[in-house]
Each structure stands twice: as C-alpha cells, then as structure tokens.
T-cell receptor, first 114, second 115 residues
Framework: KQEVTQIPAALSVPEGENLVLNCSFT??????LQWFRQDPGKGLTSLLL?????REQTSGRLNASLDKSSGRSTLYIAASQPGDSATYLC?????????????FGTGTRLKVLA | ETGVTQTPRHLVMGMTNKKSLKCEQH?????MYWYKQSAKKPLELMFV???????ENNSVPSRFSPECPNSSHLFLHLHTLQPEDSALYLC??????????????FGPGTRLTVT
C-alpha cells in the first residue's frame, strides 16, 4: 500500500532563507506528483504538478524535483518570505485499491519569520 | 478563490440532524472528489465521480451519502453523524479522472462540527 511521508513535519526559518521540503513515497508506480499549499482552515492551492516522465518543474521561486526510482520529491523555495508561511502537502496519483486516486502526505508546516 | 465553491463554509450539527454539503465547479471539469481532512491525518479520499469511473469508497460509513447530479455539482448528504466525523470536508475537481495527468483544484472546504 502506498505511503507518503513528509519531513520535516514543521519548519521555522528566518526570512530570506532558501529551504527544501521533502516528500517520499513507497510505490514508484505513480502517474504524477502534485505539491499544494494550504493556509490555516482553508482549501488547497496547487503549486506544481510533475508528470512521472518529468524530473522537475519550476514556478517563480518554487522548484520541485521528482526521482521516481528512489521514491522522492523535493520542493525548493528560494528567498523565503513571511507570506510563504503555510502547510505544504505533496500527493501522488496512482492506481490503488481498485481506483485512481491521490494519496496525500501529512504535510510540512512552514513558518517564515520576518 | 479557485473555480470550485463549497457551501456552507461552516456547519454545526447535532448527531440526529440531516444536512447536506454542496460543491460546484465552474471549470468545465469532468471529475469531482470529496476528501476528509482530520487533525494530524493525511487527506482521505472519500468518493470519486468522473466520466471514467464512479467510485464509492467502501471504507466510508453509510451515514455519508454522495450525490452527483451532473459534472458541475457534487453533494455530500449527512445523517446521524458522530463527533469523530468533525473535520474539514474538501471538494476537488480535475479535467478527468482515471490515470490523471491533470491537476486537482480544491474548494475552500466546509468546516463541520458534530455536537
């Protein structure tokens, strides 16, 4: 059964720092991996989607990489800002228990200090 | 806000009540999803409706009943809930279901409290 793990569970950094969030998954037979941001009590905002055939995707200060063979993805945030404070979730899309679905990690709660 | 709306945003209900959550997507998508988000747990997929498949998760208690009258609307009917059902219920849509190469777009969620 697919398991998705995110480390660290929480992270606090000073403004301006570059940081890396990690996501690992146990089954490499995924179709894609998606990174989301969630603000407290709100829905999820899609940040980046990486197809299984891709190695990385970039959007502004965000860069996500994917290494399917090792079951890992990283989200790199450059020059962090207080507005980046949120919970970051990764999810893998795969066929599991008879249906296609996204399996989510528990998230990394990020706080960027001004 | 995204093109996925959810109502109500907050709901408090007793264990004997019947209520419904509504989700509407304005993106022309063909797949819609219900997720449950409980504290300190990963998002849990409850139901999927798409042109490719219609999945009713057997692990979800029957006190949750989904309804998808068309590709733009999704309901979650609730009855005789338990306090442990208190959670954030999120709706999402994507262009298609199945082995998807497309993003999921989420609504803002309904915060449900069962007293």
């Amino acid at each position: 059964k697919q398991e998705v793990t995110q480390i660290p569970a929480a992270l606090s950094v000073p403004e301006g720092e570059n940081l890396v969030l990690n996501c690992s998954f146990t089954d490499s037979a995924i179709y894609n991996l998606q990174w989301f941001r969630q603000d407290p009590g709100k829905g999820l905002t899609s940040l980046l989607l990486i197809q299984s055939s891709q190695r990385e995707q970039t959007s502004g200060r965000l860069n996500a990489s994917l290494d399917k063979s090792s079951g890992r993805s990283t989200l790199y945030i450059a020059a962090s800002q207080p507005g980046d404070s949120a919970t970051y979730l990764c999810a893998v899309n795969l066929h599991d228990s008879g249906t296609y679905k996204y399996i989510f990690g528990t998230g990394t709660r990020l706080k960027v200090l001004a | 806000e995204t093109g996925v709306t959810q109502t109500p945003r907050h709901l408090v209900m007793g264990m004997t009540n019947k209520k419904s959550l509504k989700c509407e997507q304005h993106l022309g998508h063909n797949a819609m999803y219900w997720y449950k988000q409980s504290a300190k747990k990963p998002l849990e997929l409850m139901f999927v409706y798409s042109l490719e498949e219609r999945v009713e998760n057997n692990s979800v208690p029957s006190r949750f009943s989904p309804e998808c009258p068309n590709s733009s609307h999704l309901f979650l009917h609730l009855h005789t809930l338990q306090p442990e059902d208190s959670a954030l219920y999120l709706c999402a849509s994507s262009p298609r279901g199945g082995p998807s190469h497309y993003e999921q777009y989420f609504g803002p969620g309904t915060r449900l409290t069962v007293t």
